[in-house]
Nanobody, 121 residues
Framework: QVQLVEPGGGLVQPGGSLRPSCAAS????????MNWYGQAPAKERELVSV???????NYADSVKGRFTISRDNAMNTVTLQMNSLKLEDTAVYYC???????????????WGQGTQVTVSS
């Protein structure tokens, strides 16, 4: 059974930092692409960051230079380091696993329950 557990959200002032993580189980983590999505109030869920099986990364323009995604294949975790947080970063952040990354036709998509990140003064 696939599980994605996301501790690490919280409340922070503008300019602060948070470091949500995602602990994965139930699949071969090293074969999965891992993503973070954010869903702000009354908005659609949007892709924030991607890390592939080879460690390549990509970011939404709004977070480039401020957020860093990383993965630890030994611990089956993916982490999103969020620095210089802005009011508009407030959202529920979801961990997303794309298993069987290398074979598009075999990919499966799984979601964590989400963690709330609130940036407020």
């Amino acid at each position: 059974q696939v599980q994605l557990v996301e501790p690490g959200g919280g409340l922070v002032q503008p300019g602060g930092s948070l470091r949500p993580s995602c602990a994965a189980s139930g699949f071969t983590f090293s074969n999965a692409g891992m993503n973070w999505y954010g869903q702000a109030p009354a908005k659609e869920r949007e892709l924030v960051s991607v890390i592939t099986t080879t460690g390549s990364t990509n970011y939404a323009d709004s977070v480039k230079g401020r957020f860093t995604i990383s993965r630890d294949n030994a611990m089956n975790t993916v982490t999103l380091q969020m620095n210089s947080l802005k009011l508009e970063d407030t959202a529920v952040y979801y961990c997303n696993a794309v298993t069987n990354w290398a074979t598009v036709s075999r990919r499966r998509y799984y979601w964590g329950q989400g963690t709330q990140v609130t940036v407020s003064s």
